[in-house]
């Protein structure tokens, strides 16, 4: 059983959220702001905290900023209805292990808990499209080559969460194991959060797009 | 600046302060300091203040020594005794010998309580220019030097020939001895005025400023009253109408969100210019007009170009969200765009029924004519993968020159 925290300003989304999900989780909690946030992940230590990206109170990135800060190890998703590239980087280079957005199914989302819990990176298209389009336009000589780049290998398995391919179809369709599907795309969630490119945040600021 | 640091900490801690003199900082015994932490007022305004009224017939001497006696001093506790800062000391001298010197010389010093309106009115000059924003004091200094700078020859020349003209006329009637007072008079008359007024002119600015402000937020405030009462009202009634369509509701609260999206954070792009652009609008008109949500995700762009290899490419790809949208009952349509260097991809994929490519009746054009016959005139590829029961993806494959 997965244990849950719903953190997010909207009630009425809280709610749906835990109507929708399936029974292998748990919902130990709800908070609305940053502070209820954090006290209540110190208070709960749940598995995985379903983020909300804007919230009052300096919004899902100071959650995390102040809950990874002090070095627990909990878990998150960010969960928005923004897809602004600039908010879906900043909270994956905050420390979320991954970001899907409001729209997602019910049935999508219990997937999306279950691979964070076990410690995975659940990546939505629209973030593969970002990653993809952040890491290709790199002009500026690379510091780190190993954290500046993506591997062919990794640049593939983007593009194919890009197209719409569920993790299964990919180990499909390139003929590898789902869970060296999963290795890749942990492996690219390091690197977005690791490499200090600064072209990665000042990209994300100038692609203000929906 | 040692100054601006001690007027920031605060002092005691108690409802009410007692005027203490700090060591730190100080320059002479810490008076004018601690003064000015009690006046909130910036120290260098208090020294200049009793500079100048030191020059008058010495009030500003006495008046430091009685505060000196009657002011505690701030227990140091523990610290060494701070130095002075001597170069701050040593300007202030200047200043006040220059002043005694100036006084002497024209013999305002020997004017008496007769000089206390101009020192009062220099010092309320001081409390008032030290009062004022920084960032508006910069702008008057520069703004006063600008013009002046830039019409320099022709003030110049114009206070010099007013000064010379009045002297000389003062002096061919043998007046100048007899004008003499009356001068000084309009002098401190006009400057007590400018002291009077420099407050409220200040605050009517401040208020104009206040004014535009407000009038901008309720600008705003109105477009986004006229936006959410034209589109999202609209829309919000049409869903209760349809309420029994659950496609339908699914559609138009689609439709709403890309609205709302876009008019918050407005792509500077033209739909017909770019790529990306263009994949955009089509998802979205297919979208309203087959109910099917179609995810778009773009990597790269690129300008739409002159023999329109990417027009046919576009029309491609809308005759496939169209199959996808009509045929497949696939719940949702995925869209991914790519520019690479100077290929361009398109995929367009869904999960629904899938069909068998070669059962497809040879008079049927969607797939073999609007879509692969219609990429290979315009020199590029498309591959079209499905099985039943697996979705269907079609590939479409451009080269372009960039321009």
Redesign the interface.
């Given at each position: 059983m997965t244990r849950v925290l719903i953190v997010d300003d909207h009630r009425l989304f809280r709610s749906g959220v835990r109507a929708e999900l399936g029974d292998s989780i748990e919902v130990v909690g709800e908070a609305e702001d940053v502070d209820t946030a954090v006290k209540a992940i110190a208070d709960l230590q749940p598995d995985v905290v379903l983020l909300d990206v804007h919230m009052p109170g300096g919004g899902g990135q100071e959650v995390l900023r102040r809950v990874l800060g002090s070095g627990s190890q909990v878990r998150f998703l960010a969960l928005s209805v923004s897809d602004?590239a600039e908010d879906v980087i900043g909270v994956i280079r905050g420390g979320a292990r991954g970001y899907v957005t409001k729209n997602i199914s019910g049935k999508e989302l219990t997937d999306a808990i279950r691979r964070v819990a076990d410690g995975d990176a659940v990546f939505s298209?629209?973030l593969?499209?970002f990653v993809?389009?952040a890491f290709?336009s790199s002009e500026a000589p690379s510091i780190d080559p190993e954290l500046d780049s993506l591997t062919q290998r990794e640049r593939e398995v983007l593009?194919l969460i890009?197209?719409?391919?569920a993790y299964k179809e990919i180990a499909k369709e390139l003929f590898i194991s789902v869970k060296t599907v999963e290795t890749h795309v942990s492996s690219v969630l390091r690197k977005l959060q690791l490499s200090n490119r600064h072209e990665l945040s000042r990209w994300a600021t100038a692609r203000?797009?929906? | 600046m040692a100054d601006q640091k001690t007027l920031a900490e605060p002092g005691a801690a108690a409802p009410y302060r007692r005027m203490t003199r700090a060591m730190e900082g100080r320059l002479v015994s810490g008076v004018a300091q601690g003064l000015a932490t009690q006046l909130k007022l910036d120290p260098v305004v208090i020294r200049l203040m009793f500079v100048l009224l030191s020059v008058v017939e010495g009030v500003g001497v006495v008046a430091y020594a009685v505060l000196w006696m009657l002011t505690p001093q701030q227990p140091n506790e523990g610290r060494p005794v701070p130095a002075r800062d001597w170069s701050q000391l040593a300007a202030f001298s200047a200043i006040g010998v220059a002043l005694l010197a100036f006084g002497w010389l024209t013999g305002a010093s020997q004017g008496g309580i007769g000089m206390l309106p101009f020192a009062v009115g220099g010092i309320g000059t001081i409390i008032l220019w030290q009062q004022a924003d920084p960032e508006r004091r910069k702008h008057w200094v520069s703004g006063a030097t600008k013009s002046i700078r830039k019409n320099r020859v022709r003030t110049l020349l114009g206070v010099l020939l007013v000064v010379v003209g009045a002297i000389g006329f003062l002096a061919v009637e043998g007046q100048f001895q007899e004008a003499r007072p009356g001068l000084m008079f309009t002098a401190v008359v006009v400057g007590g005025l400018a002291v009077i007024a420099a407050p409220w002119l200040a605050g009517l600015w401040k208020e104009l400023q206040l004014e535009r402000r407000e009038r901008i937020r309720q600008e705003e405030r109105a477009e986004v009253a006229a936006m959410v009462h034209d589109s999202v009202l609209h829309t919000l009634t049409l869903i209760q109408r349809v309420s029994h369509d659950p496609r339908e509701v699914t559609r138009l609260a689609r439709a709403q969100e890309r609205d709302l999206r876009n008019w918050l954070y407005q792509p500077a792009q033209d739909a017909d210019a770019t790529l990306a652009a263009a994949v955009r609008r089509i998802a979205a008109e297919e979208e309203d007009a087959h109910g099917v949500p179609i995810e778009v995700v773009c990597v790269g762009d690129i300008d739409l170009d002159a023999q329109g290899k990417l027009g046919a490419t576009l029309k491609a790809a809308r005759q496939a969200m169209v199959n996808a949208a009509k045929y497949s009952e696939s719940p949702s349509i995925s869209v991914y765009a790519e520019v690479e260097g100077e290929e361009t991809t398109i995929f367009v994929k869904d999960r629904g029924k899938g069909f068998d490519l070669d059962a497809v009746p040879l008079d049927r054009m969607g797939i073999r004519e609007s879509i692969i016959g219609r990429m290979e005139r315009h020199g590029g590829t498309a591959r079209v993968r499905t099985e039943p029961g697996e979705g269907t993806e079609v590939m479409l494959t451009m080269k372009v020159e960039k321009q």
């Open positions: 602004a298209p629209r593969a499209g993809l389009d290709a593009r890009a197209r719409g391919y203000r797009l929906v | -």
